[in-house]
T-cell receptor
Framework: GNSVTQMEGPVTLSEEAFLTINCTYTATGYPSLFWYVQYPGEGLQLLLKATKADDKGSNKGFEATYRKETTSFHLEKGSVQVSDSAVYFC??????????FGQGTRLTINP | DAMVIQNPRYQVTQFGKPVTLSCSQT?????MYWYQQKSSQAPKLLFH???????NEADTPDNFQSRRPNTSFCFLDIRSPGLGDTAMYLC???????????FGPGTRLLVL
């Protein structure tokens, strides 16, 4: 079945550091891919998405490129801020209606 | 403007005492979901509605039930909560044929 594997956390960085959170997937066909962010005590917010190979999703300085050849959708940001501290979930859309989530990566940014 | 609203945000209940969680949406989306998210884990889909059609996940315990009286509202009923049901419960909506699910802020349930 379809699955998503994320980089093991937690990840701790200093402010203004470069961020990469790895995400790889296993799926039949060409699923849509998503990154969701969850701030402490809150629900999930869509951060960015890509619907086909080579698409780049971007939002709030975060980027991720849909790489079919490596089945990856790594999340990157050039300069992180303390306010980026959260849990990040990679996900794919399976069939018409369901999301399959990775296990989540907790990110902490220190000032 | 809130689009997916969950009430209450925090709920404490006793072991075995039924509890109902509420979700409402202003988006008029035809698909609504309930997820369970335990501490430091990914959300786990419990069930979803496509309009009035109910779709239960195979591993969702019978203790969890749902109702969707109209497009805007969906309820999660836990008939006899156990300590292991302590979790965040997330509601989400989805406009069929598009790409994105929209999540509510969640209800944090504590079973004592």
């Amino acid at each position: 079945g379809n699955s998503v594997t994320q980089m093991e956390g937690p990840v701790t960085l200093s402010e203004e550091a470069f961020l990469t959170i790895n995400c790889t997937y296993t799926a039949t066909g060409y699923p849509s891919l998503f990154w969701y962010v969850q701030y402490p005590g809150e629900g999930l917010q869509l951060l960015l998405k890509a619907t086909k190979a080579d698409d780049k999703g971007s939002n709030k300085g975060f980027e991720a490129t849909y790489r079919k050849e490596t089945t990856s959708f790594h999340l990157e940001k050039g300069s992180v801020q303390v306010s980026d501290s959260a849990v990040y979930f990679c996900a794919l859309r399976q069939g018409a209606q369901k999301l399959v989530f990775g296990q989540g990566t907790r990110l902490t940014i220190n000032p | 403007d809130a689009m997916v609203i969950q009430n209450p945000r925090y709920q404490v209940t006793q072991f075995g005492k039924p509890v109902t969680l509420s979700c409402s949406q202003t988006l008029n989306h035809n698909v609504m979901y309930w997820y369970q998210q335990k501490s430091s884990q990914a959300p786990k889909l419990l069930f979803h509605y496509y309009d009035k059609d109910f779709n239960n996940e195979a591993d969702t315990p019978d203790n969890f039930q749902s109702r969707r009286p109209n497009t805007s509202f969906c309820f999660l009923d836990i008939r006899s909560p156990g300590l292991g049901d302590t979790a965040m419960y997330l509601c989400a909506t989805y406009p069929f044929g598009q790409e994105t699910q929209y999540f509510g802020p969640g209800t944090r349930l504590l079973v004592l």
